[in-house]
């Protein structure tokens, strides 16, 4: 069974930043595509970025330059790194296995001063 946990959100300034993990079982991380999705209060998820099985990495137009997708394989877990954080980027933060319905349980991510 695949499982997916995220954490390492909270508050966090304009301009600060912060790195989200996803801890895998029941995949490998290094050869599984994945993704990082985000929904913010009243909008619908949305594609923040993902990396291949080879680990080429793409993003949002609205992120890129500023998050960054990594991974883990000797701990299984694929992070999120962002940095210069917005307030629009206020968001629960969801990873989630490429072009499978297994999701994490997403993990609040709040800038604000």
């Known amino acids: 069974q695949v499982q997916l946990v995220e954490s390492g959100g909270g508050l966090v300034q304009p301009g600060g930043s912060l790195k989200l993990s996803c801890a895998a079982s029941?995949?490998?991380?290094?050869?599984?595509?994945m993704a990082w999705y985000r929904q913010a209060p009243g909008q619908q998820r949305e594609l923040v970025g993902n990396i291949t099985y080879i680990g080429r990495t793409t993003y949002a137009d609205s992120v890129k330059g500023r998050f960054s997708i990594l991974r883990d394989v000797a701990k299984n877990t694929l992070y999120l790194q962002m940095n210069r954080l917005k307030q629009e980027d206020t968001a629960v933060y969801y990873c989630t296995v490429t072009a499978t319905n297994v999701w994490g349980q997403g993990t609040l991510v709040t800038v604000s001063s």
């Open positions: 029941g995949i490998a991380v290094g050869i599984e595509p």
